[in-house]
């Protein structure tokens, strides 16, 4: 199982050229697998000793260390297009995990702040190189509705300051260019000479006082800092901004295709989540565009 593994994950990331953090998890998804079998089973299994009731125990098993519903379902989905390509290269006649059918989930509304709290947000104090980047950082997420490993994948290169721009690589190393406003690249611009200071060791972005690429974790505790000053009362994260940048947008008369292209989705049903602009708005909405109202 683990030479299947191997391999799978090198063609993995040579054909499909997803993002380490998608490599990272298929990976961790199917070590977990690998120990279970050796637990059931007390020996390495073999990938065609593998059937649908292994694969459900292992699923029952999850469940029981407290797995939700959406980690168990991205599971399967690991398995599935692991055994598929066991199938295409020989190694399987048939797929166990294709009849498993995915836990049933509730469609969760995305979290997201009214733009007052926004303001509030973004509103970071002081002057010193610390808050100018995280002035940055906030004020970035907020106007392009990047995700925060896009956010720290940049480089300086990837930013057009003049025409206010970025070109940013997100999931599947699929390239996309965002727009962003005023209120963002007065932060950019405020901030260069602060990275400066910092004798960045590459061309990344956002850096850190030593000069190294800013990290998922630095910038969630950028946000966590602002919320605790803030005494928000919901949960907030970078993605939230990011649920904040479509709502908004959404709420202010733009078209979902658009705001799929700015978000970077796929499917369309992904960008719908957006759509739950609130009793309030829709009655305010009714009145003013109704003829009958």
Sequence with gaps: MRQAVAT??????????????????????????????????????????VDHLLIRGFLADMHERGLKKVSAA???????????????????DKNPARALLSPRMERRIP??????????????????????????????????????????????????????MIRVLGKGRK?????FGGRAQAALRAYLPARARARP?????????????LTDRSVRGHVAQRVRALALTQRT???????????????RGADLRAIQELLGHVRLSTTQRYTHVD???????YKKTHPRA
């Design 279 to 285: 009793t309030h708005q829709i009655l305010s909405i």
């Design 8 to 49: 799978f994950l090198r063609h993995l990331d040579r054909e499909r050229n997803p993002s380490p953090h998608t490599v990272r998890a298929y990976g961790e998804d199917l070590e977990q697998f690998r120990a279970y079998l050796e637990r059931a089973l007390g020996r390495a299994a073999r990938p065609a000793e």
């Design 175 to 179: 390239e996309r260019v965002v727009l």
């Design 74 to 92: 991205r599971k399967l989905a690991t398995l599935r297009t692991f055994f598929r390509f066991l199938c295409r290269e020989g190694v399987l």
């Design 111 to 164: 979290t997201h702040l009214d733009e007052e709290q926004v303001n509030a947000l973004l509103d970071v104090p002081g002057s010193g190189d610390t808050a100018l980047r995280a002035r940055a950082i906030l004020e970035l997420l907020y106007a392009t509705g990047i995700r925060c490993s896009e956010l720290v994948g940049l480089d300086v290169p990837d930013v057009d300051l003049p025409a206010r």
């Design 237 to 251: 994260s970078p993605h939230t901004h990011r649920h904040s940048f479509a709502t908004h947008l959404l709420a």
């Design 201 to 213: 060791r590459s061309e990344a972005l956002f850096v850190n006082a030593r000069g190294g690429r």
